[in-house]
């Protein structure tokens, strides 16, 4: 029980400064050494499956829940032949838009790239459910009508909606 009484480093936990600039740790500070091994610093946090980054811009996370809907997608995708519209809309439903909607208050300030990456998992997932391609005979075919059809808003309104 020694170790709860440590001093805390400061630019370990990386707090601010007064001109509200987050600290740089320096080599000495990336390590702490404990009674029993070294605890390291790192650039990210996972906290209740969100991951954090230093400028909590959220593009970790964004990259890791795209990587992950983008496998079960494709995973469901190989056999879209052996169910219904309705059972392929319960699969996809429990492995892409819910993913999306957890936190997704979080991406409130976030930039437009990371919610451009999130809505591409959401449009993939709609035309996949709906078996619409992106392109067929040379024209593109837009995901509003699609996620119209399937009662889905888009990832921006969709923030917006739950803030409200």
Not at 83 to 99: F, I, Q
Request: proline share 4%; charged share 20%; with cysteine.
């Amino acid at each position: 029980m020694d170790w709860i009484c440590m001093p805390i480093n400061r630019k370990l936990f990386g707090l601010l400064q007064d001109n509200n600039l987050p600290l740089k740790l320096s080599q000495a500070d990336n390590e702490q050494r404990l009674m029993n091994g070294v605890l390291q610093a790192s650039e990210t946090a996972r906290n209740l499956g969100v991951t954090l980054d230093e400028q909590l811009s959220l593009d970790v996370h964004a990259r890791a829940c795209s990587r992950a809907c983008f496998y079960h997608i494709r995973r469901i995708r190989q056999i879209r032949r052996f169910n219904d519209e309705n059972a392929l809309k319960l699969l996809v439903h429990v492995s892409s838009p819910s993913r999306l909607e957890y936190c997704n208050a979080l991406f409130t300030g976030c930039s437009v790239s990371v919610r451009q990456r999130l809505q591409r998992i959401q449009n993939c997932a709609a035309r996949m459910v709906c078996s619409e391609p992106i392109h067929s005979n040379g024209v593109y075919h837009p995901t509003t009508p699609l996620l119209q059809r399937l009662h889905w808003l888009p990832v921006e309104t969709r923030i917006t909606y739950k803030l409200c």
